[in-house]
């Protein structure tokens, strides 16, 4: 592992834990205040089936989610707590008929919205619709630069192109626009192009975010994980155009925390200062967290409050602060600093979210699963297992047989 | 369409863009930023300036009003202001009043 690469951090994470410029000018030890920004994932339903989404494996069909009039009371209650801003997120969360009465509700109790957004089931009328009602921001995420990467990574056939039509639309309503890019060892070769491509959408920000591999990732992490060279070349290319492009584009970068020798403060801190909803109601410290098992969620349904499940419950509490540390980390100097790690990962990894997140080069588990990832990342297993509400599809020969270049050769 | 790369000089005529929102925040009874993905909290004579920023002001205007408010001396305080204020440019967080084009 080189010294650059020890050397990265997570400049700011992605839609989820990058609102903590307030708190970061409090002592770490001040635990969990109202968070600033909420993720809502209204849906799980989504017309792209990306190999790495960040749902879990397991979806909320369609008849579990919570209602608009559920939605307009989460959005109220927010407010009243001091949440600043929300993020519509899904699945696609424009795959939601209400989309347009739940942003405006927003707006109407003040909050400030996002929409995470795979952009291909928006018309023109309809976004125009969502900025009227107050929308603030729109992240369109991009799965390469042109069609024959992108729509085999997003398993639709067209969806670059109406990406492409929609970020344009964006920047016409006067609205900023985040592209939002999602990289693997398959399309990593495509990010200089990636970045130029968001320059000429005219873009305010671009978030280059590696794959973190938890839940469908995970199950695709031999085709999707990049090589260290990979990386050292990804990290040169973002901190050359982060300078070039000071003033025009906004560059977030997300290195893939396997490569990393320290582990990403994952949300900041479980329990800390981010917590969102999912489609069917429950309050989660992490969008991942319901695939840890053994551990109660409890609903926007159930008769708590949603400041008294942030707050008291026990699923929050669990991994909250550093009480519930075991070595290494319980006497570690940066046991404050990344909260060790991510609990998710830990759970996935190792099979109790309580240990040290193998990310961080003092698990006794990081060095065999970073050669485990070394060896994937040089493998030749390039076939996706499709995020779908059937368990994941097995992309065909005839997907594989689109290809028109070998995509990890960068 | 907001302009991007703006420099700031005594001569602009800075304001917030639409999607950037200052706010008072009840909860934690602190002015605040809010940009996308992002929450800025600006300190007391940012946000002083801020208001100033109507799109109508140029910002010797604001630094003659703020010299005057404070007794401070003139060239410190337009040193600082345009400072902070093409801070807040480079992120995207302000833009500049566009000339009519009618």
Redesign the interface.
């Known amino acids: 592992m080189s010294d650059t690469l020890a050397d990265n951090k997570t400049t700011t994470a992605g839609?989820t834990d990058?609102?903590a410029?307030?708190e970061q000018?409090r002592s770490a030890a001040e635990t969990h205040?109202?968070p600033?920004?909420v993720l809502l994932e209204i849906t799980h339903r989504c017309p792209l089936q990306c190999p790495y989404c960040s749902n879990p494996v397991e979806l909320d069909r369609g008849s579990t989610e919570l209602t608009t009039e559920e939605w307009k009371k989460v959005l109220s209650e927010l407010a009243e707590?001091?949440v600043?801003?929300v993020?519509f997120s899904g699945g696609e969360p424009t795959a939601r008929k209400d989309i347009v009465e739940l942003v405006q509700h927003a707006t109407d109790v003040?909050l400030?919205s996002?929409l995470i957004t795979s952009a291909v089931l928006l018309t023109k009328d309809k976004l125009s619709a969502l900025a009227d009602a107050g929308l603030?921001?729109v992240?369109i995420s991009f799965q390469g630069n042109e069609p024959m990467v992108a729509d085999r990574v997003a398993g639709l056939k067209d969806a670059h192109r109406k990406k492409l039509e929609v970020a344009k639309w964006t920047?016409?309503l006067?609205?900023?626009l985040?592209v939002n890019a999602v990289m693997h060892r398959q399309n990593l070769h495509q990010l200089p192009d990636i970045i130029q491509m968001a320059v000429d959408l005219?873009a305010?920000?671009l978030e280059v975010a590696n794959v973190q591999y938890y839940g469908w990732a995970l199950k695709n992490r031999a085709a999707l994980m990049p090589t260290v060279e990979q990386i050292e070349e990804t990290s040169r290319i973002v901190e050359e155009a982060q300078v070039r492009l000071?003033?025009?584009l906004?560059i977030d970068y997300v290195v893939p925390d396997y490569y990393a020798l320290r582990p990403k403060k994952c949300m900041g801190g479980w329990g800390r200062q981010f917590f969102n909803i999912s489609p069917a109601g429950k309050v989660l410290p992490c969008h991942a967290a319901e695939s840890i098992t053994g551990l109660e969620f409890l609903s926007v349904r159930s008769n708590h409050s949603i400041a008294w499940i942030w707050q008291n419950s026990e699923a929050f509490n669990r991994y909250r602060g550093t009480g519930w540390m075991p070595e290494p980390c319980k006497s570690c100097e940066f046991r404050e600093v990344d909260y060790g790690g991510c609990r998710c990962q830990a759970f996935a990894l190792t099979g109790d979210a309580g240990n040290t997140d193998p990310a961080c080069a003092l698990s006794p588990r990081h060095e065999e699963i970073f050669k485990q990832a070394e060896r994937e990342s040089a493998g030749s297993q390039n076939r996706f297992l499709y995020r779908n509400f059937a368990g994941g599809t097995l992309e065909t020969d005839q997907h594989q047989g689109e290809r028109q270049e070998k995509p990890h050769g960068a | 369409?907001?302009s991007?790369?703006i420099s700031v000089s005594e001569t602009s005529r800075p304001k917030l863009?639409?999607?950037t929102?200052l706010?008072f925040?009840?909860?934690?009874q602190?002015w605040?930023i809010?940009?996308?993905?992002?929450?800025?909290?600006p300190d007391e004579i940012a946000v002083e300036v801020l208001h100033l920023c109507d799109g109508v002001r140029s910002v010797a205007e604001m630094v003659d009003q703020l010299a005057e408010k404070y007794a401070a001396p003139r060239e410190a305080i337009a040193t600082d202001v345009i400072a902070m204020l093409q801070d807040l440019?480079?992120?995207?967080f302000l833009t500049e009043a566009r000339e009519s084009t009618a």
């Open positions: 839609p990058g609102l410029v307030l000018t205040g109202i600033l920004a707590l001091g600043l801003q993020h003040g400030y996002n603030s921001h992240q920047r016409e006067d609205m900023p985040t005219d305010d920000r000071k003033g025009t906004a | 369409m907001a991007r790369n863009p639409r999607h929102k706010k925040d009840e909860t934690r602190v605040v809010l940009a996308p993905e992002r929450v800025l909290a440019a480079d992120k995207g």
